[in-house]
């Protein structure tokens, strides 16, 4: 503490006081590259930094504090620190910053890392690091952090003297916040961030080998409008991508003025409104029945922003096999990687749609439109509505009910993270925050936190539900501490059913219900006493009847971080479920019960 | 899935520190054969010329170059295997002799317009420079004479200018 960030400690309540005056960057002359650093952050327009101070760093923290522009958000782990800084991006569609250490430090962001790699996060992570002359001695404290991070970065940075830091700086953010957006690494030696150099406000800079495609290739474009009209069943898939690129308006457009259903990947929920008609549900390997048969039968597949991952298409042999594929990224790399592509358009899905729509002649769909409402009528989403024991997908659409789908949700990873995708009535991109592509668990309470921190930074207000099981809450649980300390109003649903309850289903379903080491419950603490002891509410649900009213008490909670344990049913499954190896029609659904 | 056919891709990017693991990280990391690798300077102050020899189906190879572009220092990827190109390797074999079988190792020299740079009273060791095949083909010659040790430099390639047409 006593960096220059005025905090009064009292209460747990822990608030940095804003004194931020608008920036104006003056050329300095002759000062320590922590200085520049620090200025060409604010050039950024950063606001908020993640992270732990440490040895390497102690130069860095100092200027920070007497700089005095940024919050700095100390966090309990620096897993914790690189999770809210994704989560801040997710949300905000600004790049998180990071801040750690070197050696231990760096190596406890590599799961953060990995997740925002995985899921096109734009994130930059500042690492300390031993002296120049020191690297490669074994030092204290001393990893190499560009060689462990290097196949999850979108790309990293060593700075080797006090004058290029600006210029460094610049180009991370262009390259996390640009493209596809990713991680980027800065790896700071200590004595390069105290060594002198001049600093000097600069304009953006261009990287030589790095130039996003923006724009379609008009041919193509036209190739696909010409084959969306002719088209008799079409489908939309679309993914994180629409999200990123902020797409989901024109997305809505295609989807409505042309009469074309939607479904979606995990990372594209949001993007179109769940209570639409045209809506599908999301598909793949627990999609919906309606989702997963209509690409099955499709005769054109409109992918935006989704890269065909094994978890949508099932046995990819047998996936959409009578579709032509229209593919919209902006990788290229993904256009045809998993699944034969008929008219691959590389570009920036928003860009593309914008000159795609005028393009398409609404293409006769109507006996198409009407077979899908046939599916979802005969095979809808199933749990037992009225069973005297708690259901895990009640939890979600009630809160779905009672939010209106206005929230914005977290989740983490498992069984939850998929009743959330089934069960939430999702309106607004940027509305599900997920690990989607890495599967992190641990992922969705320091992420929620991040997501608070970017609505106090200027994002838009909604209420936070993190929805996380049992398991991954006990993975980063430490974080509750931050968000008390911070008295961000995230609220936190724990479904918790006592097991590791995707690793319990599989034992069920392909194990011989042998649950190795799947069983929480016999160690699990008391989940509400945990909240009240790191200075949460702690509530916990155990009937079907106190959902409701304990959903409203937690969403009015004023005083910082709610806690609900949420006792649900461990015997329950996520249905459907397309088995490891199947085609996507070849579903498990839910039993229905017996009337 | 195609068949496998060998590839020599040409990269120019830019002499970043991180540049080089970079690139060797991103075979390794996704299961990409390496049959060769060789960097240096190109024409260019600050750049580097790296010539690859990989082998995959069109879809692998597909993938590779891609994955190259996407790298943020790489300035230019170029599958020379289409087109035209010279291609040179050259090869260090330093070959066990007596003096039965030198005048025979010098005679297969000759043939493959290598030289001899450097000799002991029990070895030679020989230079030879050309395609891969060629350096293959010297290598196999040698061999049973008893090779002791091989140092090759791994294919260096540019396109062709000039085809012939007028």
């Known amino acids: 503490m006593g960096m220059g960030i005025e905090t009064s400690i009292g209460q747990g309540d822990i608030r940095t006081r804003d004194h931020r005056s608008p920036v104006e960057l003056e050329p300095i002359y002759d000062v320590s590259g922590a200085e520049i650093l620090v200025r060409a952050l604010a050039e950024q327009g950063v606001k908020t930094l993640f992270g732990i101070p440490g040895g390497a760093v102690l130069g860095l923290a100092d200027a920070i504090g007497r700089f005095g522009r940024f919050r700095w958000v100390l966090t309990k782990h620096e897993q914790g620190a690189t999770h809210a800084a994704d989560g801040y991006a997710r949300y905000s569609g600004r790049v998180g910053v990071v801040l750690v250490t070197s050696g231990p430090g760096s190596t406890n962001t590599v799961t953060g890392i990995a997740t925002a790699y995985m899921d096109s996060s734009p994130i930059v992570v500042l690492t300390g690091q031993v002296p120049l002359p020191m690297v490669g001695n074994d030092a204290f404290q001393e990893v190499d952090t560009i060689g462990v991070t290097r196949p999850i970065t979108k790309h990293s940075f060593l700075l080797r003297s006090a004058g290029e830091i600006a210029e460094t700086v610049r180009k991370a953010f262009y390259i996390a916040g640009s493209g596809r957006p990713g991680p980027v690494v800065i790896d700071m030696p200590k004595d390069v961030l105290a060594a002198h150099a001049d600093y000097l406000p600069g304009e953006p800079v261009v990287v030589r080998g790095y130039k996003p495609k923006i724009f379609g290739h008009a041919h193509q474009i036209s190739r696909a409008a010409e084959r969306i009209s002719r088209s008799r069943r079409p489908v939309l898939y679309i993914g994180g991508g629409v999200v990123a690129s902020g797409a989901s308006e024109w997305v809505r457009r295609l989807a409505i003025e042309h009469q074309i259903p939607v479904t979606s990947t995990l990372m594209g929920l949001g993007a179109f409104p769940t209570d639409h008609p045209l809506w599908l549900g999301m598909l793949g390997m627990h999609g919906t029945y309606a989702a997963n048969m209509a690409i099955q039968m499709a005769d054109v597949i409109i992918a935006v922003g989704a890269r065909f991952d094994d978890r949508v298409t099932g046995r990819v042999a047998d996936f959409a096999p009578a579709a032509d594929i229209i593919h919209i990224d902006i990788d290229s790399s993904v256009i045809g990687r998993n699944v034969q592509v008929d008219i691959p358009i590389v570009g920036d899905a928003r860009h593309v749609l914008v000159d795609l729509v005028p393009l398409v002649k609404t293409p006769d769909s109507r006996e198409w439109l009407e077979q899908i409402q046939r599916w979802r009528a005969e095979h809808p989403l199933w749990y037992d509505r009225n069973s005297d024991v708690l259901k895990p997908q009640l939890v979600i659409e009630k809160l779905g009910e009672i939010t209106d789908g206005e929230a914005v949700i977290v989740t983490d990873v498992g069984q939850h993270q998929m009743w959330t995708a089934q069960f939430y009535r999702f309106k607004h991109p940027r509305t599900m925050i997920t690990s989607g592509g890495l599967g992190t668990m641990g992922f969705g309470l320091p992420a929620a936190i991040g997501v608070a921190v970017a609505q106090e930074d200027g994002a838009p207000r909604r209420p936070i539900v993190a929805i996380v099981g049992d398991g991954g809450f006990q993975m980063t649980m430490e974080e509750l501490i931050t968000a008390a300390a911070y008295r961000l109003p995230v609220k936190i649903f724990v479904i918790n059913n006592g097991y590791l309850g995707m690793v319990r289903q599989w034992q069920e379903l392909f194990f011989g219900r042998r649950y190795v080491a799947s069983e929480l419950f016999r160690a699990n603490p008391d989940i509400a006493r945990v909240a009240e002891s790191m200075g949460a509410l702690g509530m916990r649900v155990e009937h079907p009847g106190e959902v409701q009213e304990a959903i409203e008490k937690a969403l009015a909670w004023d005083r910082g971080p709610v806690v609900v344990d949420f006792r649900v049913d461990p015997r329950e499954n996520v249905f459907p479920m397309v088995p490891a190896g199947a085609a996507l029609h070849e579903m498990i659904e839910a039993k229905p019960s017996e009337e | ?166």
């Open chain 2, 1 to 166: 899935m195609g068949e496998m056919k060998e590839h020599t891709i040409s990269v120019l990017v830019e002499q970043t520190f991180d540049a080089l693991p970079r690139i060797a990280g991103l075979f390794s990391g996704r299961g990409y054969q390496i049959d060769s690798i060789s960097v240096g300077e190109a024409e260019e102050p600050g750049m580097a010329r790296m010539t690859i020899v990989t082998r995959g189906d069109d879809g692998v190879i597909e993938q590779i170059t891609k994955q190259l572009n996407k790298i943020v220092n790489v300035v230019k990827v170029t599958d020379l295997t289409y087109e035209p190109f010279v291609e040179r390797e050259l090869a260090l074999v330093k070959v066990t002799a007596t003096q039965s079988t030198r005048s025979e190792i010098m005679q297969i020299v000759n043939i493959f317009r290598a030289k001899i740079v450097d000799i002991s009273p029990k070895t030679l060791t020989v230079e030879c420079t050309g395609s891969r095949a060629k350096v293959q083909a010297i290598i196999g010659m040698l061999r049973p004479f008893g090779i002791r040790e091989i140092s090759r430099t791994g294919s260096v390639a540019l396109r062709r200018e000039f085809r012939g047409e007028t």
